[in-house]
């Protein structure tokens, strides 16, 4: 079956912009979790979601907020770009059931100028 | 926080020497589950712990979960080239629910 979709791939935006990351989960997940990667913080937990509610959020500002659809896609909004937002934005698919391990997409390497 | 401390940071080796990662968590974990990250790549799942106690192999890996269910390791015996990579540990405080928090992970050389 298919795996993890990210896209884009790559992006470079500008201070202050906004940006849209997109994951598409494994077919029948329904649990999208998202995590930010930097070289000296390591994978930071972002936010799940389940059924289209958030279920779980870090540590992390309003800027960063997201959501899911009903097909489990899910999409991730980062607002007012700082040069510190610079990171591989990773999401996990999981099934939903406890216990269950993640499923990562290849991730957005989002770099902001 | 919850926190889950991971170290070595970074560990190189003569092919043929073993390794071990081990992970400390803040709080009592409901499993525990172990991911390797290639260079370039995305963390992929390796395997998970859930009983207090529990030991799993897989071929020349050795995963071990405290009897607290508070700490984990990894060892790799007579590592190759191929092990080479990041490993990460991440821990669920409930079981039910997508959130893992990750150890900051340990980087692995290997030499040939």
């Known amino acids: 079956k298919a795996g993890v979709t990210q896209t884009p791939r790559y992006l470079i935006k500008t201070r202050g912009q906004q940006v849209t990351l997109s994951c598409s989960p494994i077919?029948?997940?329904?649990?999208v979790s998202w995590y930010q990667q930097t070289p000296g913080q390591g994978l930071q937990f972002l936010f799940e979601y389940f059924s289209e509610t958030q279920r779980n959020k870090g540590n992390f500002p309003g800027r960063f907020s997201g959501r899911q659809f009903s097909n489990s896609r899910s999409e991730m909004n980062v607002s007012t770009l700082e040069l510190g937002d610079s990171a591989l934005y990773l999401c996990?698919?999981?099934?939903?059931?406890?216990?269950?391990?993640?499923?990562f997409g290849q991730g957005t390497r989002l770099t902001v100028v | 926080g919850q926190q889950v401390m991971q170290i070595p940071q970074y560990q190189h080796v003569q092919e043929g020497e073993d390794f071990t990662t081990y992970c400390n968590s803040s709080?009592?974990?409901?499993?525990i589950q172990w991911y390797k990250q290639r260079p370039g790549g995305h963390p992929v799942f390796l395997i998970q712990l859930v009983k207090s106690g529990e030991v799993k192999k897989q071929k020349r890996l050795t995963f071990q979960f405290g009897e607290a269910k508070k700490n984990s390791s990894l060892h790799i015996t007579a590592t190759q080239t191929t092990d080479v990579g990041t490993y990460f540990c991440?821990?669920?405080?409930?079981?039910?629910?997508?959130?893992?928090?990750f150890g900051q992970g340990t980087t692995l050389q290997v030499k040939p």
């Open positions: 709080t009592t974990l409901s499993n």
């Open positions: 996990a698919s999981m099934a939903g059931q406890p216990n269950t391990e993640a499923f």
């Open positions: 077919s029948g997940h329904r649990s």
């Open positions: 991440a821990g669920k405080v409930s079981g039910n629910t997508g959130k893992l928090i």
